[in-house]
């Protein structure tokens, strides 16, 4: 019933950007707390940035001044631009969907309900 596709990801050198993208179907991104999440190999999941329904955001301390996490109601879709990447950041990235109006932006995972496939991005030295 919900679905939520990302796209957008690859490969990309230290200090590159790429912009991810996440279509949600059966879901109105408007009246919802959405977030990207991040898993690096042999690390556990991280919270990188949510935004609430009236476009309220909150960030991960590390990727602050770099990242930017926006939406577009219109085409229900979920966006995180990403800046000078690092090699650190190589992760799957995973778009997230709360299931809650009360919300705000929170980088727990525990707070979403769906979730995406998950969008490769791989930062080069």
């Known amino acids: 019933q919900v679905q939520l596709v990302e796209s957008g990801g690859g490969s990309v050198q230290a200090g590159g950007s790429l912009r991810l993208s996440c279509t949600a179907s059966g879901y109105t991104t408007s009246r919802y707390c959405m977030a990207w999440f991040r898993q690096a190999p042999g690390k556990e999941r991280e919270g990188v940035a949510a935004i609430d329904r009236f476009v309220g955001t909150t960030y991960a301390d590390s990727v602050k001044g770099r990242f930017t996490i926006s939406k577009d109601n219109a085409k229900n879709t979920l966006f995180l631009q990403m800046n000078s990447l690092k090699p650190e950041e190589t992760a799957m990235y995973y778009c997230?969907?709360?299931?809650?109006?009360?919300?705000?932006?929170?980088?727990?995972?525990?707070?979403?309900?769906?979730w995406g496939q998950g969008a490769q991005v791989t930062v080069s030295s």
């Open positions: 997230a969907a709360g299931a809650s109006t009360y919300c705000a932006p929170s980088l727990s995972a525990t707070r979403y309900a769906y």
